[in-house]
């Protein structure tokens, strides 16, 4: 009977087994199935890039001797990377991707194996023919570095993600880790450096994804019982830039897969950006393991925009849009917009719309009408309601809870944070506050607002659920 795959594979078994020890055998050789024999070419399935990685750096030699005692000389080796654990038998050259990143990430096909021309090949002994997986990176060229303005609030995580794309991995800002407030610009930062970082390396893999994707992807994964698939598959990515990963908050899950791929990554020097609304030690409900390794390379903060740097925003704005607007109307703007980047770029839409809309020209006086009712519009939906349904909503206790007379603790202190923000936010008088929460008197929420300052500056974690909301409030 002719050679087979399998029957040239055995063999080379046996010789590697004896030639190494059990464990590193069982390793790195059990899970290599033979997959095709053309004459002098073997074609091997591995189940990761990083599993190639090991054998081309540990075990060639041996291989190759094997190899050759049984196809002589002139015998060659091809691997084939085919995620899925499972060979299905098709078609060796499918790389097997979990259905959940089928249909989300997009994975794309996989470079054609290339032609065997053995003239151009350089190691006489391996065949160009390891598949690399094409992958949509899913980044978004408009968020680049040509326009993100930089300014004193950004500079030190700008200039970090410039090091980080010039030379991923290869620097110690390893993760980098980007934390700041809504609508400072941390998603338009970790794209900029996912582009540049293409730009610079092109062979490297590039991916972005929101964690809340992320999220969805490995429990769409654990139910189709792909969870092992799901890990393999980000432990290719060269740039793997998650955004939010507050949102992994209470999700231990998800957390214990993200600790496996980050150790993977990290291990091998591949670069891991991160995003966030707080500095990782202000994450609740994450791994202390996760934390620390949060903090393993720069954590840098983008800061509300200092008025310069508003001002620079919106200047580049309008030029790159071709409209022409008086410095005294951006002025005006840079000088009454503080909070964050994205409410600078809305009030600009609201008047270049109204300009439009009334085929007006944008003058200073059009600005100022158009930017107080900005300011009342965005402020208007602050009432002692919303603030009520939007604590009842973080802490999920339902809103009648809130207003009945229950002194159960988590409620109490849920009712308090509604007086405490409700003072805050609106003009109501505190008698006006209590009779709308739960029909209090005046006392009880200037005792709630006492205790929420308090407890603020004593407990870490009630001081948590206080930013939280503040933010929450606020971007409203
Ligand atoms: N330095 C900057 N220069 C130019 N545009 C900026 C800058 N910072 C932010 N922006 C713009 O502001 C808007 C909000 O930014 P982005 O979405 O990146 O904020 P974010 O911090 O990720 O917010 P969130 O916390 O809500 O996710 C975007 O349109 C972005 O392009």
Known sequence: MGKTAGSVWENCLKFVEDNIQEQAFKTWFSPIRPIKLNENILTIQVPSKFFYEWLEEHYIKLLKIALQKELGKEAKLVYSIVMDQKYSGKDPYTVKIPSSNREKVQLQEIDAPMPIDSKKVKNPFIIPGLQKIKIDSQLNTSNNFNNFIEGETNRLARSAGKAVAKRPGGTSFNPLFIYGGVGLGKTHLAHAIGLEAKENHPDKTVLYVSTEKF????????????????????????????????????????????????????????????????????????????????????????????????????KHKVEKDGIEIPEEVIDHIAKNIKSNVRELEGSLNSIIAQATLNKKEITLELTQKTLANFINNTRKEISIDYIQRLVSDYFKIPFDQIQSKTRKRDVVQARQLAMYFAKKYTKASLSSIGSQIGNRDHATVLHACKTVKNLSETDKVFRGYVEDLNRKISVE
């Open 215 to 314: 999220t969805q992807q490995f429990i769409d994964a654990v139910q189709s019982n792909n969870r092992n698939d799901f890990i393999h598959f980000y432990q290719m990515i060269d740039i793997l830039i998650i955004d939010d990963v507050q949102f992994l908050s209470g999700k231990k899950g998800t957390q214990e897969a993200f600790f496996h791929i980050f150790n993977h990554l990290h291990q091998k020097g591949n670069q891991i950006i991160l995003t966030s609304d707080k500095p990782p030690v202000d994450i609740q409900d994450m791994e202390q393991r996760l934390i620390s390794r949060f903090k393993w390379g720069l954590s840098a903060d983008l800061q509300a925009p200092d008025y310069e740097t508003r001002f620079a925003i919106l």
